[in-house]
């Protein structure tokens, strides 16, 4: 079979429109190729002075339940999938007048961008799952030794270049560049349509559940100058299609506005995921300075400036070089705290906006990644993380539980006072890695523990820098919350924490030691709270 195929008969139907006029006009005009087409296309084409043969006559038969049924017929299949080079193919071809299409021109109905519309209702989604379409791209994709398939109209150009330079006919390379295209469009086509109907099958749950099986597709963004460590080649992939209703917030980090600043790394992209994660658990202006996957500095406030002042002085030696996330538009005055009074280093900020006045003054540290995602709504629903042979996928943790089901065991209950500090507190101490401990003063995380292989370290550790940031904000030491982000196995976690001025305690609780923890929080005097749920963050 020869290589280069003339084209004599194309098939055009697209939702996307643009440049199909010119495309099937200089077709027909410079090669005279037949144009076949339907419904809204075909009456677009002969607006612009295409000569076009209705789908209909060209079948014999009718469109008909609403456009639901008008490809499907053997004399478009037939035409795309008959083999050139096969004499019964063409026989029988001849023998039912079948003649042979050898271009096919579809995109598809537009499910993804339908659903997209949070008003949208099942019925219209399933309208725009699109039948006719994905079925000629596929044949004709299947027989791409003779027809030509197009799905992009970003290709129009390049094939009538070709067909200019080949006396009208377009090359097999060519062809099978195509025939690539249309099997990762279908294949993407179809996921987003699974995924889509995955989530509506269980949007009666309270939490999402990973699904059985899942097709996930990605696009990628960009490559990084490298990951974790200069001899590791990386990039960023962002969810494609329908899986990102999933794997996606309604304000995500990959998809936010870079303002200004150099590239982020892989470093940066993982520290910044978690600081934007960790803000926007809180409803009222929060600020996290996160540095190494943990949240080094953290406040809640009346006004965003003054929330990041607190956080930084939580702890402004580890700040140098941080993450800073806010929750809310952040200020000039806020701009002027880190930059000129702190002098602070900052790798990345990353809140919903920022005034002009601020990036005007953010603009002079051009090195200073700033990154606006336009909200601070919700959470993805799941997570994906890679391990040797597969991914484990889990629903995303967030601090969702009722304090009214939380129950107090031991003989001193807590404060209202102490109860908004425990509750703080065990929002951060979420964003902290295990075994955490995270210890609070005046809705500031001023002493962290993270990732001790045992939890008595973390508490030492957590209790001396909030002792530290006490002498440095000129707070009185003492009268601390401390979260744990898992039960305490024995009672010498508690005896630590009482001797360095904790008065109360929020935990998962659910140890067999719980008794002689909750014995000790008596004899310090301490009140201690059972959330019944752990928050682990490995």
């Not at 980090?253 to 940066?268: D, F, H, M, R, T």
């Not at 000039?332 to 705290?337: P, S």
């Not at 929020?506 to 201690?528: L, Y």
């Amino acid at each position: 079979m020869a290589t280069d195929v003339k084209i004599k008969r194309a098939l055009i139907s697209v939702t996307d429109k643009t440049w199909v006029v010119e495309f099937a006009r200089e077709l027909q005009t410079v090669y005279g190729v037949e144009i076949i087409s339907t419904g809204g296309t075909a009456r677009a084409l002969e607006e612009g002075g295409v000569t076009v043969i209705p789908i209909e006559e060209y079948t014999g038969f009718p469109e008909m339940m609403d456009g639901r049924v008008k490809t499907l017929h053997p004399k478009v299949h037939g035409g795309l999938l008959a083999r050139r080079d096969d004499p019964k193919h063409m026989a029988e071809a001849a023998e039912h007048g079948i003649g042979m299409i050898d271009m096919v021109v579809v995109n598809l109905y537009e499910f993804e961008k339908t659903v997209a519309n949070p008003d949208v209702t099942f019925a219209d989604a399933i309208e725009h799952i699109d039948i006719g379409g994905p079925s000629m791209l596929r044949s004709a994709a299947k027989n791409a030794d003779s027809v030509t398939v197009v799905s992009d109209p970003s290709d129009y150009a390049g094939i009538l270049t070709e067909m200019a330079a080949h006396d009208g006919a377009t090359t097999l390379e060519t062809r099978r560049r195509l025939q690539l295209k249309v099997y990762q469009t279908t294949a993407a086509y179809d996921t987003a349509i699974s995924t889509w109907l995955a989530a509506q099958a269980s949007e009666a749950s309270e939490q999402a559940e990973p699904p059985a099986s899942f097709d996930l597709r990605l696009e990628k963004v960009d490559d990084l100058r490298y990951g974790e460590n200069p001899q590791q080649t990386a990039a960023i992939y962002r969810f494609a299609d329908g899986f990102a209703q999933k794997g996606s917030s309604a304000n995500p980090l990959v998809g936010a506005e870079q303002i200004q600043g150099k590239p982020l790394s892989y470093n940066n992209y993982l520290d910044a995921d978690a600081a934007w994660n960790l803000v926007r658990e809180f409803d009222g202006p929060a600020c996290v300075i996160l540095k190494h996957q943990n949240p080094c500095g953290s406040a809640t406030a009346d006004d965003i400036t003054t929330a990041y002042d607190m956080a930084f002085a939580c702890d402004p030696k580890s700040a140098f070089g941080g993450i800073i996330a806010c929750n809310r538009e952040v200020p000039f005055e806020l701009v002027e705290h880190f930059a000129d009074e702190n002098k602070q280093f900052v790798e990345v900020i990353i809140a919903p906006s920022y005034t002009p006045e601020a990036l005007e003054r953010m603009a002079k540290r051009p090195n200073l990644r700033v990154l606006a995602t336009g909200g601070a709504a919700g959470h993805a629903a799941l997570e994906l993380r890679s391990v040797d042979g597969g991914v484990l996928v889990q629903c995303v943790d967030t601090v969702a539980e009722d304090p009214a089901t939380f129950t107090c065991p031991t003989d001193r209950k807590p404060t209202d006072a102490e109860m908004a500090e425990l509750m703080f507190a065990w929002r951060v101490c979420k964003g902290v890695k295990s075994n955490a401990i995270l210890i609070s003063k005046n809705n500031a995380g001023i002493g962290m523990g993270p990732g001790q292989p045992n939890r008595v370290d973390s508490a030492l550790l957590a209790c001396e820098r909030a002792e530290d940031a006490c002498e440095r904000m000129g707070w009185e030491k003492g009268g601390f919350a401390c979260a744990s982000d898992a039960f305490f196995p024995f009672r010498d976690n508690v005896d630590v924490l009482a001797a360095h001025g904790v008065t109360c305690i929020i935990q998962p609780g659910g140890s067999k030691r719980d008794d002689e923890s909750i014995e000790a929080c008596n004899e310090h005097g301490i009140a201690m709270v059972f959330t019944g749920a752990r928050h682990f963050r490995h």
